[in-house]
């Protein structure tokens, strides 16, 4: 037995417009974190002893993580789809839709399907990956969406598409 994992599959490259204007801001604001992080490392190493500074240990922790999120993001970025939303007469559920459905219980749920790099579940934004955005997907108001998840196996309907929040 090993203890090699497999790869996670890859999410698809997929992202709404705003989405990846945030992803650029963050990749913006990490580079003038990082410059500000690196001054505060240097004075730290300034002070000497280096094994037993807290406050050099903890900035070098936080220069690591700076420098993995830019690599992830310089790496992420270019490989980015940019999809534009569809037109607002549009009555199927495609990439950047916001879906308003209804479960057997009468519960009314809305969810926004964008990429993998953007989904908010506390703002109702799925993931195109997921099974609720797979199901929903190419259907239309009045459909019946049979979803199935590691949780079971949940029936919605879907009420509303809109293509403007």
Avoid: C
Avoid at 9 to 29: C, K, V
Avoid at 51 to 78: F, G
Avoid at 95 to 112: L, M, P
Wanted: net charge neutral; glycine share 6%.
């Amino acid at each position: 037995m090993t203890r090699h994992r497999p790869p996670a599959p890859r999410s698809s490259p997929y992202i709404t417009a705003e989405g990846f204007r945030a992803l650029q801001g963050e990749l913006d604001g990490l580079w003038h974190r990082r410059a500000e992080v690196t001054k505060h490392l240097a004075a730290a190493a300034a002070e000497g002893d280096r094994s037993e500074n807290a406050e050099y240990i903890y900035r070098k922790k936080e220069l690591r993580e700076i420098d993995r999120r830019i690599r992830y993001l310089q790496k992420r970025l270019p490989s980015l789809k940019r999809v534009e939303p569809h037109p607002p007469g549009t009555a199927k559920v495609f990439f950047g839709a916001w879906v308003a459905v209804e479960d057997e219980d009468g519960t009314e749920f809305t969810w926004r399907i964008v990429g993998a790099d953007e989904f908010d579940p506390a703002r109702g934004w799925i993931s195109v990956d997921s099974p609720v955005a797979r199901a929903l997907l190419g259907k239309a108001p009045d459909d019946e969406v049979r979803v199935t998840t590691p949780a079971g196996e949940s029936l919605y309907w879907i009420v509303a598409v809109r293509y403007t929040e």
